[in-house]
């Protein structure tokens, strides 16, 4: 067995995910439910991805290990702390009111073993949680950290669908979160409706960058949209036009000429046709 065969990637309660090495070589498949280590003790999961394609996903630093494949004795304590983080989920927001906090309690996760409840919670701006925090570590006697999140990690978390119909992309398989810029709904020539271009985080969708690649090569080609062209028309005469739009799929640009015609043309027409302080190239 190869080394990188023996990278596991997990995934937890809010999509967190993370790469583990499966040093004892035993048999998982995806799908599994496993127990794995933890910064301190251990936590449960359940097995997204094995094989070589993880060693593409994997970050830097060494991974920590797969324990052993859930028991129904594991099940059974996963289960009984699913029911005491929706406790926890309640006292915290009721906390929260008390000492008129200004942060939104998102989600709630036990590590496995008990060692450690994680709070997350979204907040505009830095917020003093200390007293919160002895009060819930004078309440369950572990290890508390409240971590704030933005609101696509809160999206991802909480999950849901996006407005083509599937799983949220950040809920189903985004490890980090990209930059994503309205120019890139301009590139691929989409509504600026943010109605439409906006996920349920209502940030603009991560989805806006997966073809971005594919759009900056086709554009080389082109004159940029607007340009002021002069085009040997199919009659044989030279007219004024502006390219006004880009079909990359057909690689045809439109040209809307100055008696309100329009024609499409190739790349190679329009990139004789483009002008230079009003001089054909």
Same mark, same amino acid.
């Given at each position: 067995? /190869?080394? &990188?065969?023996? !990278?596991? $990637?997990?995934?937890?309660?809010?999509?967190?995910?993370?790469? #583990?090495?499966?040093?004892?070589?035993?048999?998982?498949?995806?799908?599994?439910?496993?127990?794995?280590?933890?910064?301190?003790?251990?936590? %449960?999961?359940?097995? =997204?991805?094995?094989?070589? !394609?993880?060693?593409?996903? @994997?970050?830097?630093?060494?991974?920590?290990?797969?324990?052993?494949?859930?028991?129904?004795?594991?099940?059974?304590?996963?289960?009984?702390? %699913?029911?005491?983080?929706?406790?926890? #989920?309640?006292? *915290?927001?009721?906390?929260?009111?008390?000492? &008129?906090?200004?942060?939104? !309690?998102?989600?709630?996760?036990?590590?496995?073993?008990? =060692?450690?409840?994680?709070?997350?919670?979204?907040?505009?701006?830095?917020?003093?949680?200390?007293? %919160?925090?002895?009060? %819930?570590?004078?309440? #369950?006697?572990?290890?508390? $950290?409240?971590?704030?999140?933005?609101?696509?990690?809160?999206?991802? @978390?909480? =999950?849901?669908?996006?407005?083509?119909?599937?799983?949220?992309?950040? =809920?189903?398989?985004?490890?980090?979160?990209?930059?994503?810029?309205?120019?890139?709904?301009?590139?691929?020539?989409?509504?600026?409706?943010?109605?439409?271009?906006?996920?349920?985080?209502?940030?603009? !969708? *991560?989805?806006?960058?997966?073809?971005? $690649?594919?759009?900056?090569?086709?554009?080389?080609?082109?004159?940029?949209?607007?340009?002021?062209?002069?085009?040997?028309?199919?009659?044989?005469? $030279?007219?004024?036009?502006?390219? +006004?739009?880009? &079909?990359?799929?057909? /690689?045809?640009?439109?040209?809307?000429?100055?008696?309100?015609?329009?024609?499409?043309?190739? +790349?190679?027409?329009?990139?004789?046709?483009?002008?230079? &302080?009003?001089?054909?190239?």
């Amino acid at each position: 067995m /190869s080394k &990188n065969s023996k !990278l596991v $990637e997990v995934v937890f309660k809010g999509e967190r995910r993370a790469i #583990y090495r499966n040093r004892n070589e035993i048999d998982i498949n995806e799908g599994d439910t496993v127990v794995v280590e933890a910064e301190r003790g251990e936590d %449960l999961g359940r097995v =997204s991805l094995v094989g070589a !394609l993880v060693k593409l996903k @994997r970050g830097k630093g060494d991974a920590k290990g797969i324990v052993r494949i859930a028991g129904e004795k594991d099940l059974a304590q996963h289960n009984a702390n %699913l029911a005491k983080e929706n406790d926890a #989920y309640t006292v *915290c927001r009721d906390k929260i009111k008390h000492y &008129n906090l200004d942060m939104k !309690l998102v989600d709630v996760e036990m590590q496995f073993d008990g =060692s450690k409840i994680t709070f997350y919670f979204t907040a505009a701006q830095r917020v003093d949680f200390r007293e %919160l925090v002895k009060d %819930l570590a004078s309440v #369950y006697r572990t290890r508390i $950290e409240l971590r704030q999140i933005g609101v696509r990690d809160e999206a991802k @978390r909480v =999950s849901g669908f996006g407005v083509c119909g599937r799983k949220q992309c950040c =809920s189903a398989f985004l490890n980090e979160f990209e930059q994503i810029t309205t120019q890139m709904a301009k590139d691929q020539e989409i509504s600026l409706n943010p109605a439409k271009i906006s996920g349920n985080c209502g940030r603009l !969708l *991560c989805c806006l960058r997966y073809e971005e $690649e594919f759009y900056r090569i086709v554009f080389k080609d082109f004159p940029p949209i607007e340009s002021k062209l002069k085009i040997i028309g199919k009659d044989g005469k $030279e007219k004024d036009g502006m390219l +006004t739009f880009i &079909n990359v799929f057909k /690689s045809l640009g439109q040209v809307r000429f100055a008696d309100g015609t329009n024609e499409w043309l190739t +790349t190679e027409e329009l990139t004789k046709g483009r002008m230079n &302080n009003d001089k054909k190239e």
